[in-house]
């Protein structure tokens, strides 16, 4: 007998995959119970509402995320401030994991705009997934933790907007020039000062 909280997995499961392949925006719980194999009733029955829905599901794309960067991270181990921030690049841009960071910003589109509602918990979830990720493996760093720490809202937002740019235009290149110098211009800029001491008369 299939207890109801494995039926809420499996389902759950097939939500995510459908919402990876067709997105968010035109999300009806009818159509997609039929591309999941249930009904809309039994949806509402194991998860409330849409927004919960899309919430847990959500959820089980952050954990994918977490999961998928701390395998990559333990296989590199980057020692530097640099290393760390395009390892994480090369790994997000990877065509099989672009889907989920397709999704997520979809989904915040679709939030600023009002057209899902989320609990500010799930909203700060959403934001959060990074600063949490990349702030614990740049505090374990040999070298730029405390660059990364001076200057995480900068780098976070010039990732994000750059994996945005990247998703939507294609161009590799471009982007991943822009992160490695944004990058090291910050290294740099932290070794000039100890350069210039050294000159000092």
Known sequence: MTLPMDRRAQLLSRIVEALLERGA??????PLAERVGTSARLLIYHFGSKEQLVAAALAEVRAHIGASLRTRASEVQPQTLSALIMMVWAWATETR???YFRLLFEV????MFDRLSFSDEVRRANSDVWITLIDRAAGRLAQGGELFSAHSTLILGAFSGLLQERLSTGDEARTTQALRT???LITQGAAAPTEQQG???
Do not use: E, F, I, K
């Open 25 to 30: 925006a035109d999300l009806s719980l009818r």
């Open 108 to 111: 915040d589109g679709l939030a």
């Open 199 to 201: 000159h000092r008369p």
């Open 97 to 99: 994991n672009q889907p």
């Open 182 to 184: 944004l990058v090291d």
